[in-house]
């Protein structure tokens, strides 16, 4: 049997691609790719296999446990057939470490975690694929992921370089390469201008016939909001913070907002960024990319960045953010939209 591990990265459509595979398990089996379904060790149902990944770590909190996670892939190498190939998908693979030393070092942590995988699987043939996007909408889908889903509540410059290590993409494949049979780099931005899950399964071999469709997961929200939301988290308990985000994000998706476009970089500091990867950009071209294509498409959006918000030192961030919030002229088709925004208003004790 081969192991085929997707680690990621993150945003780059890990949801969409674990729902399709989850969705799609009979006929992935059909034609030789088994998508494990890991319920009778994790106790509940999941479209991605983090708590298998998570049993390699130093987690003191995994669920499963490493012997559990020992024991099960060696029944599924004994189960399945010589031509098999077993898919584990989980991007937190990304950003685990065991054993981390005491200087914190990432990096001897990471590969030490790899080293574990890679033991895992052993002795069978155990393969990379990695999807990245280009290193600026990455920083800032991820920014936006962690104000959203982890109370993150410091500026998107602390967060450029509290996160740096996530976007070491050179040094992360070298790694993988030394630990790993085969990695595989494949380039988001190519991928999902088309059907993004066929494209993943294409470049592992795999055509399924009359497989299940699935939307594109884990949208984004607004430049504003985000940044709105990451003021509150340093305000708000974590109940109180949990509660904005789903009262913004069903706001958002009922068209309560009609924010100008904005980016979090502006298109300098965006093309700065991207210089100090130039050297990575071409290195993964050559080794990675197409035929006289770049890896990464070279267009940057001209759209402002997040100082338009902000014009004047001294002012309080988050009274702006609110006012811009609240100053949007909404109408609501029925009344359960109107609570979320009876919520916002709530904030400043303001009445819907």
């Not at 937190?92 to 200087?103: A, C, L, Q, Y």
Request: with cysteine; proline share 5%.
């Amino acid at each position: 049997m081969k192991f085929i591990l997707h680690i990621g990265a993150h945003k780059t459509g890990t949801t969409t691609i674990q729902e399709f595979c989850a969705l799609n398990r009979d006929a992935l089996r059909s034609v030789g790719l088994i998508y494990p379904d890991l319920r009778h060790i994790e106790g509940r149902e999941r479209n991605s296999h983090h708590g298998l990944v998570a049993a390699m770590s130093s987690s003191p909190h995994a669920c499963p446990q490493e012997n559990e996670v020992r024991e099960f892939v060696h029944e599924l190498a004994i189960s399945g057939g010589n031509h098999d190939v077993a898919l584990f998908s989980a991007e937190s693979i990304w950003r685990h470490v065991r054993k981390p030393p005491e200087s914190g070092d990432f990096w001897e942590g990471h590969q030490n975690y790899l080293l574990a995988l890679k033991d895992l699987f052993a002795p069978h043939r155990t393969e990379i694929v990695l999807v990245l996007r280009r290193q600026d909408t990455f920083a800032e889908s991820l920014f936006q992921e962690n104000v959203k889903m982890r109370f993150y509540n410091k500026s998107f410059e602390t967060f450029i370089g509290a996160f740096a290590h996530f976007w070491a993409y050179r040094r992360r494949i070298e790694m993988l390469r030394e630990v790993f049979d085969a990695v595989t780099v494949l380039p988001f931005e190519s991928m999902s201008r088309s059907d993004l899950c066929a494209s993943f399964l294409d470049a592992i071999g795999v055509k399924v016939p009359d497989a299940h469709p699935v939307p594109r997961k884990n949208t984004g929200l607004q430049t504003q909001l985000v940044l709105f939301l990451q003021q509150m988290n340093a305000r708000l308990d974590k109940n109180a913070a949990r509660s904005l985000r789903r009262h913004l994000i069903n706001l958002s998706a009922d068209g309560a907002f009609d924010f100008e476009p904005i980016r979090l970089f502006s298109p300098d500091e965006r093309r700065a960024f991207l210089h100090s990867f130039a050297d990575e950009n071409t290195w993964l071209t050559e080794t990675f990319g197409m035929t006289g294509a770049s890896f990464f498409p070279d267009t940057v959006p001209e759209m402002p960045g997040r100082s338009m918000l902000l014009p004047e030192e001294g002012i309080d961030t988050t009274a702006v953010l609110l006012s811009s919030v609240l100053k949007q002229k909404v109408t609501f088709p029925d009344p359960a939209p109107s609570r979320h925004w009876a919520f916002l208003n709530s904030l400043i004790g303001r009445r819907s």
